[in-house]
């Protein structure tokens, strides 16, 4: 058990496409590898999975223990951590969550990412920079991407020969190796017909200049991990909507349940699929403003909901949530009714980005307690009438206004929980 984090001076840097590469690659050489994301993101560990065939999950140094973390980064073979944002950036006011703290917390290495295509002698004081800024976190090597050409690869290695930094490989750009995305982040890895396809030829390209076995060398054990602490499930029947409407759930939370004894029987509002018979009905986030108008005519769907919540609880978080409401409006300014559960109408046609850590404070819902949960989305609140599900706080403990809602058996909000608060 062994792992190397690839983090980046930046966003944009391309360390998604060099971690997807990376596990393909290996995976090609029958390298027994996995791949893990740093921070609350649905989207990139997928990409992770297709590109090597293992699970991967979210390595959270905001929302989880420093021993929730080392349990989850447990297992076989290699573990490649993908950063989020810049290896130092995290949450406000001192950027607690930074992928150098899963560094230290993990003791682990880290490769620097970085984006050259702008770049030549310049490279040397922004590599050495970031390798001495913080001796607890260990930077070494240098994997050069979107260079321009051999005369360009030059004249980044003379740069860095004298910083001592390994320079592992050097991507060469290509216009192919673009990934698409829209406004939550990268288009999703199962909507991509071509995505074999482009995880070989990324690979094929990083194998011209990795130097693999300097790599690997890297490598440290990950640290000794006891017993995670997890969380409870809400239900012992759990019907989990799953479809490209519904893609967003964490699956460290869906083995918490299941490791505890509960039952997750997964079904598509997107196929019409009827609400299977269980104790709770969970809607986590997605994307269901690009597929409204499909959900607003799926009958069966709809009808099974509305009678399950009669009797029994739903829960829906971010795009969930919304589609519990009473009508979205989506991009176009067409209003979709939706299930009509919870007083609330949500709107995409005049978009508002919110963002960041939250603190939750349960008043009821599946989740009870202090949590940890983070907010995305760009969805406009039109109405939201009755009594609110969390008390909340930002990152800073600064209190925000009460998030989700209420209404006899029916709760949701846009906070995706991620564990209880550490």
């Known amino acids: 058990m062994t792992g190397l984090i690839l983090a980046a001076p930046s966003s944009g840097a391309g360390k998604t496409t060099v971690t997807l590469a990376l596990l393909r690659l290996l995976s090609r050489q029958g390298v027994v590898v996995r791949g893990a994301k740093s921070g609350p993101d649905y989207i990139d560990p997928r990409f992770h999975e297709a590109a090597c065939g293992a699970p991967c999950l979210n390595l959270d140094a905001w929302a989880m223990s420093p021993e929730r973390i080392a349990a989850l980064a447990a297992g076989d073979g290699l573990l490649l951590i993908e950063g989020a944002m810049g290896l130092f950036d995290g949450a406000p006011p001192d950027g607690r969550g930074a992928v150098a703290d899963l560094a230290r917390m993990l003791r682990l290495p880290v490769v620097l990412v970085v984006d050259a295509g702008r770049m030549a002698q310049s490279i040397a004081p922004l590599c050495s920079g970031f390798a001495n800024h913080d001796p607890a976190v260990c930077i070494s090597g240098v994997i050069l991407n979107n260079v321009g050409s051999p005369r360009h690869e030059a004249m980044l290695r003379r740069a860095l020969a004298p ?46 200049s990795l130097d693999l076995g300097a790599l690997a060398a890297l490598a440290r054990p990950l640290p000794a991990a006891d017993a995670p602490t997890r969380l409870a499930p809400p239900a012992q029947r759990i019907a989990l909507a799953r479809d490209a409407a519904f893609a967003f759930a964490y699956p460290h939370m869906l083995e918490d349940w299941r490791a505890q004894g509960a039952e997750i029987l997964a079904f598509s509002p997107l196929a019409d699929d009827p609400v299977p018979d269980a104790d709770l009905v969970f809607l986590p986030g997605g994307y269901p403003e690009l597929h409204a108008g499909r959900l607003a005519g799926n009958r069966r769907f709809l009808d099974t909901l509305r009678r399950h919540a009669e009797t029994a609880p739903v829960h829906g978080e971010c795009g969930g949530y919304m589609v519990l409401g009473e009508a979205l409006i989506d991009a176009g300014g067409v209003a979709h009714r939706m299930a009509g559960l919870l007083p609330l109408e949500t709107s995409f046609a005049a978009r508002r980005l919110h963002l960041g850590y939250r603190r939750l404070h349960a008043r009821g819902g599946p989740f009870p307690g202090h949590l940890a949960a983070h907010e995305f989305h760009y969805a406009t609140t039109l109405r939201a009438e009755g009594p609110p599900l969390y008390e909340a706080e930002d990152a800073e403990g600064t209190p925000l206004a009460p998030m989700g809602l209420r209404k006899t058996h029916v709760t949701g909000s846009f906070a995706h929980v991620i564990d209880a608060f550490p």
């Open 163 to 208: 910083t001592g930094l390994p320079v592992l490989a050097a991507l060469r750009r290509d216009k192919d190796l673009a990934m698409p995305s829209r406004h939550l982040g990268l288009v999703q890895a199962g909507e991509r017909a071509d995505l074999d396809a482009f995880l070989d030829r990324a690979a094929d390209r990083l194998a011209e």
